[in-house]
């Protein structure tokens, strides 16, 4: 059985493929996995759902209003993070 960190860093690395194959990133690998997705542009309002989207079909857990915050979409960090206390 994976550990919690092996877990957090397989989320990562999806969340990270679907972000570069539907947003434009320079270089995906220079991501940081903390670096703000709206502030530095890459997702947007409209993206928001498509990330949302990502989340719900990807790893089968649904996204409520309630958890519609920067903590928990913001980041790869906070996806992942997210994903985990989701599905535990």
């Known amino acids: 059985m994976l550990s919690t960190k092996d877990r957090t860093d397989t989320f990562s690395e999806q969340i990270r493929a679907f972000l570069a194959s539907n947003f434009y990133i320079a270089d995906p690998d220079s991501l940081e996995s903390d670096t703000s997705l709206l502030d530095q542009g890459i997702v947007d309002s409209t993206g928001v759902l498509e990330v949302i ?36």
Request: hydrophobic residues 35%; aromatic residues 8%; without cysteine.
């Open 53 to 88: 989207g990502f989340i719900e079909e990807t790893f089968g857990i649904t996204v409520e209003d309630s958890e519609l915050l920067p903590e928990n979409l913001d980041s790869i960090q906070g996806i992942a993070r997210y994903v985990m206390r989701k599905r535990n």
